[in-house]
Structure formats: structure tokens, C-alpha cells
């Protein structure tokens, strides 16, 4: 089974205006991280925010924040007041486990194009 | 955060060929590393996890005698392509977690085997 959903292969959104990204989420476990990177063309990896499952309130990191709806797995990603340089492939990912040892992997969505219009 | 580089950054090699991809943590000391691959228009796929001073754990479906796995410090891990061939091109990426919230990765390795 997937554990990570990311159900829109591509968006788009007009200069300025918000977008949300959608992501779902399938585990047992009732300690996890959920990460959300961007990936530009050049193909690195750039870490956007994180949402721990024990997390009382959202995460948010300037225009990034997160809709952690815990009873409903989902966690979808908002971008305010997007600019051009959104523009960039979207990845979801997850890490399991309680464990803080370090090696719990970090399993990813298939990810979302978005497009940001002038 | 914490600053992982790779080199080489491309490389293109003929196949039946070895190639070694660098993965250096700049400004922590990493017990664990991740290394991931990216086929075009795909997402990431672990590969498999470096345990520095122990053997790399393997993902399934993975070769571990292809795809050699050297973690000798704890701010360099390697990751060898050996007999490499076309179907082995794609975007190769090293990873560090540096807490329980930071996972960060390197600027990748676009490789390509004619």
C-alpha cells in the first residue's frame, strides 16, 4: 500500500494567489514526521516545512504552512502569495517511528508539478 | 541546517564501466546517510541507508554488489555503480538527517551511461 498520496500530478495558479497542495497518509504508527521539499529543475532537494504528529498547531515557515488534519491523514501544503519561483515539482514524504536514532527513512509521493502563471 | 554536498555533480561513462559518487556532510557528523534515486518525471526511491563504520542497509530490489555502499567517516559516504549500464542513468542524491525535524539533502549526481 502507498504510504504517501499526492493525488494531483500538476497545478497551476495565478501570480499571487494561494495554492494548496494535497497529500494523505497511511501508517499504524502514532509517532511520525511529515516533510514537504521543493524541487526546482536543477533537481535538488529543498526542504520547505515539517509537521510532527504530536504537533499541537500547524507548522508554518513564512508563506509555507501546513494543513495537518491528523484524523483525516492528510497534510497538504498551502503556499500564499506564490511567486514565479514556486514554480518547481512538490514532493510529501514521510518518516515513521519513535525511534530518534536516526536511520528511519524518509518515504516519499509521487509529487506535484505546479506552475505559477504572470 | 546542515550543508551535504556531492561530486561529481554529472558524469556520463560508457557502459560496463565503475563510477563513485561523493556524499560529504560540510558541517555535521553523520552516524546515518540515505541514498536515493530519481528516474525522470519520477520521485525519490531509497536505495539504501549508510551506517557509518557497519555495513548499508538495503532497500529491497536493490543489488548490493552493484551498488557498492562505503560510510568510512562520519562526514563521507560513497556510493560505487559498478559495470554500470543505460538502465542504471538517473538522478542520484544523498541525504543526512541532522534531528528529528531536518532532513536534508545533497545537490545530486545526474549520471549517465551510453
Known amino acids: 500500500a502507498q504510504k504517501i498520496t499526492q493525488t494531483q500530478p500538476g497545478m497551476f495558479v495565478q501570480e499571487k494567489e494561494a495554492v494548496t497542495l494535497d497529500c494523505t497518509y497511511d501508517t499504524s504508527d502514532p509517532s511520525y514526521g511529515l516533510f514537504w521539499y521543493k524541487q526546482p529543475s536543477s533537481g535538488e532537494m529543498i526542504f520547505l516545512i515539517y509537521?510532527?504528529?504530536?504537533?499541537?498547531q500547524n507548522a508554518t515557515e513564512g508563506r509555507y504552512s501546513l494543513n495537518f488534519q491528523k484524523a483525516r491523514k492528510s497534510a497538504n501544503l498551502v503556499i500564499s502569495a506564490s511567486q514565479l519561483g514556486d514554480s518547481a515539482m512538490y514532493f510529501c514524504?514521510?518518516?515513521?517511528?519513535?525511534?530518534?536514532?536516526?536511520?528511519?527513512?524518509?518515504?516519499f509521493g509521487k509529487g506535484t508539478k505546479l506552475t505559477v502563471n504572470p | 541546517g546542515a550543508v551535504v554536498s556531492q561530486h561529481p555533480s554529472r558524469v556520463i561513462c560508457k557502459s560496463g564501466t565503475s563510477v563513485k559518487i561523493e556524499c560529504r556532510s560540510l558541517d555535521f557528523q553523520a552516524t546515518t546517510m540515505f541514498w536515493y534515486r530519481q528516474f525522470p518525471k519520477q520521485s525519490l526511491m531509497l536505495m539504501a541507508t549508510s551506517n557509518e563504520g557497519s555495513k548499508a542497509t538495503y532497500e529491497q530490489g536493490v543489488e548490493k554488489d552493484k551498488f557498492l555502499i562505503n560510510h568510512a567517516s562520519l562526514t563521507l559516504s560513497t556510493l560505487t555503480v559498478t559495470s554500470a549500464h543505460p538502465e542504471d542513468s538517473s538522478f542520484y542524491i544523498c541525504s543526512q538527517r541532522e534531528g528529528p525535524e531536518e532532513q536534508f539533502f545533497g545537490p545530486g549526481t545526474r549520471l549517465t551511461v551510453l
Open positions: 514524504a514521510m518518516r515513521e517511528g519513535r525511534n530518534q536514532g536516526g536511520s528511519e527513512k524518509l518515504v
Open positions: 509537521q510532527g504528529s504530536y504537533d499541537q
